[in-house]
């Protein structure tokens, strides 16, 4: 089985920055992509960013892009998010996930990290 671990999360003013880790472990396994999705107080989870293990690419919600960045560390199997110029709406339980080969959709998810920006 494979475990992930998000770390990083805190409490912070508009305008600051974090940056979250999200740390694999368990049975070794190569991710097709990993990314990173959140949860607000009483909304559904959205996707925020995500980085296709071959080759690099990536994505970011509209509401993120210019302002979060995603990388990697390809041997670890870890993923980050540096997130820039938060902003309130931000906050939310953010959730590290991961595609294996073979599977349709993100079947690893972390645990979640708190972030929380106050105005």
């Known amino acids: 089985q494979v475990q992930l671990v998000e770390s990083g999360g805190g409490l912070v003013q508009a305008g600051s920055s974090l940056r979250l880790s999200c740390d694999s472990s368990g049975r070794t396994f190569a991710p097709v992509a990993m990314g990173w999705f959140r949860q607000a107080p009483g909304k559904e989870r959205e996707f925020v960013a995500s980085?296709?293990?071959?080759?690099?690419?990536?994505y970011y919600s509209d509401s993120v892009k210019g302002r979060f960045s995603i990388s990697r560390h390809r041997v670890k199997n870890s993923v980050y998010l540096q997130m820039d110029s938060l902003k309130p709406e931000d906050t939310a339980v953010y959730y590290c996930?991961?595609?294996?080969?073979?599977?349709?959709?993100?079947?690893?998810w972390g645990q979640g990290t708190q972030v929380t920006v106050s105005s």
């Open positions: 996930a991961a595609q294996r080969v073979g599977a349709q959709d993100y079947n690893y």
């Open positions: 980085m296709r293990w071959s080759g690099g690419t990536t």
